[in-house]
């Protein structure tokens, strides 16, 4: 059982930029490709970024490429979203999950509870 707590969420300005972290307990952390998902109020989570077990192999979803890197240390457990240029569209809550390097949320076996992110305009 893998249990998964992020961080690193704010309220920041438009052109801003935030660094998220996921922290992973309870498991073989470099065992899982792990992904970052979000989700505003009344729309359905989102796919952001996949990084796969070794760190080798990355996705980005169409909304943040370009402008956002997901990368992970595997001896610290802990797996983090570098997110530049933000706009306020990117406001949600971002939560980072275990499992499958997959673009689809049931492809993942654990989430943590997410940070909110809030950019201003």
């Known amino acids: 059982q893998v249990q998964l707590v992020e961080s690193g969420g704010g309220l920041v300005q438009a052109g801003g930029s935030l660094r998220l972290s996921c922290a992973a307990s309870?498991?073989?952390?470099?065992?899982?490709?792990m992904g970052w998902f979000r989700q505003a109020p009344g729309k359905e989570r989102d796919f952001v970024a996949a990084?796969?077990?070794?760190?080798?192999?990355?996705y980005y979803g169409n909304s943040v490429r370009g402008r956002s890197t997901i990368s992970r240390d595997n001896a610290k457990n802990t797996v983090y979203l570098q997110m530049s240029s933000l706009k306020p569209e990117d406001t949600a809550v971002y939560l980072c999950?275990?499992?499958?390097?997959?673009?689809?949320?049931?492809?993942?076996?654990?989430w943590g509870q997410g940070t909110q992110v809030s950019v201003s305009s």
């Open positions: 309870g498991g073989t952390f470099s065992r899982y490709n």
């Open positions: 990084i796969n077990w070794s760190g080798n192999q990355t």
């Open positions: 999950a275990a499992g499958g390097y997959s673009t689809r949320s049931n492809d993942y076996n654990y």
